[in-house]
């Protein structure tokens, strides 16, 4: 079984510019969650889809930062524009759907460096 | 507030020596409880959960948990440590059952030979 794919694995931008991350969850699952990773600290989740909609988006920046999934499969997202606080490592998870609390599993992670 | 804490921020111990990492949650009622590891440029890979029940939780890679209701508390132990267990350990909590994960900062665990 294929795990969370996420690119780019690595990204390096200037204050003021825009970037977008891409997620692919594993086959079925209908949960999606972005997190964000600073260093030395744990994730803090974003935001949370279940199938194309949302969920929970009350630690999303909304100002600077935008999330979607549209078809219900895979999910972008997008800063603009990124601050020096924005560097972190940027997480992708997702789970099935089972009505109770479910195991997440996480991709690789995409780090931001904001310059 | 909501939190979850490890006291640790590093832990070093030999290879074979016995390991305990410290995780302590603020919250009213009992979450759901999880276990982490994340290895250099991998994603995180659960250990062991706690929902209910048996407060001793066996995971994989030999690590085991135990629950313990007066001291909120979720510490991980694994009775003999390999070199390849070098990594960082999150403790999460999900204080809502509703797959909202808090995390803990981060345990590392450097292990020496």
Known sequence: ?115 | AQSVTQPDIHITVSEGASLELRCNYSYGATPYLFWYVQSPGQGLQLLLKYFSGDTLVQGIKGFEAEFKRSQSSFNLRKPSVHWSDAAEYFCAADMEYGNKLVFGAGTILRVKS
Do not use: M
């Open chain 1, 1 to 115: 079984e294929a795990g969370v794919a996420q690119s780019p694995r690595y990204k390096i931008i200037e204050k003021r510019q825009s970037v977008a991350f891409w997620c692919n969850p594993i086959s079925g699952h209908a949960t999606l969650y972005w997190y964000q990773q600073i260093l030395g600290q744990g994730p803090k989740l974003l935001i949370q889809f279940q199938n194309n909609g949302v969920v929970d988006d009350s630690q999303l920046p909304k100002d600077r930062f935008s999330a979607e999934r549209l078809k219900g499969v895979d999910s972008t997202l997008k800063i603009q524009p990124a601050k020096l606080e924005d560097s972190a490592v940027y997480l992708c998870a997702s789970s099935p759907w089972t009505g109770g609390t479910d195991t997440q599993y996480f991709g690789p992670g995409t780090r931001l460096t904001v310059l």
